[in-house]
């Protein structure tokens, strides 16, 4: 177990340095390359974004060493750490000072999803045992949330059109976990197990799918617009995911349910608190003036 928490925090630390430059990156590209695969194709093209890429990937290492060690609904909160260093990093990148209001509903966001989680004490798991309906299920569930969200966003300006798309991306990257979770599972029965598994397959076109919307949602808005949601919507996906697909046991009952409700409920505060932040707005209308313009041809 003390494995399983330090590679989440050390997961945790470079998904927030990822977040960082490559919400730098993305925010320098024109609004027309939103949920497309162009916008991918210009950012492969970023020095700066590419780093953040291979930051990501040695984030995704030590997030699957750690769900070699503990169960998917311990790992995902704490990698939620990386909250507490983006915001303030991107502020800082950006020459602003974070107030009261955007300290308390970054700190909001991060230990309602704390407590909520700890609360509910999610345990156990069994990935081999979850059926093709219980999966079709769930990835339809899934994936019509987020199709939710992004209509909603065509509707919406500023942070708050941040926020819905990354409540998509949150939504398929919680998905993601889960396929990922089941794929390290099968690891250890050997590669064979894990290349004829279909959930292997989902995984690449599910976090495909996700990294175009997490770009989209970087694209859109500053990082405490974005990264907050997606940190927020993925892990509670990810454990109510792993109850229902991965056969994961939450605890209930009184007075347990009350703190989870009201740890989530904080987690709503704080993200609200983000999006009308008037140091978030302002963000939002400097991302394109500080951003590094693209070169030639990206």
Known sequence: MPIAVLASLAAGACFALA??????AAGARPDEEA????????LARDPLWLCGIALAVLAYGFQSLALAFGPLSLVQPLIVAELVF?????ARLHRMRLGRREWWGTAAVAAGLAAALASARPHGGRPAAASLPEWLLTLGATAAVACAALATARWLSGPWRASATALAAGTVMGTQSVLLAAT??????GPGAVLTAWQTYALVVVSLAGLLLIQTAFQQGPLAASMTVIDASEPVVAVTAGTL???ESLT???PVSVLTVAGL???????????????VAALHERRGRDAPVPRRGS
């Open 19 to 24: 977040g960082l430059l490559q919400q730098w």
């Open 265 to 279: 409920a904080l987690v709503g505060a704080g993200i609200v608190a983000l999006d009308t932040s008037a140091v």
């Open 252 to 254: 209930t009952g009184w």
């Open 86 to 90: 983006a915001v303030p990093l991107s």
């Open 245 to 247: 697909v991965l056969g």
């Open 184 to 189: 390290v599972d099968r690891l250890r029965h």
């Open 35 to 42: 949920l497309r695969l162009r916008l991918l194709g210009g």
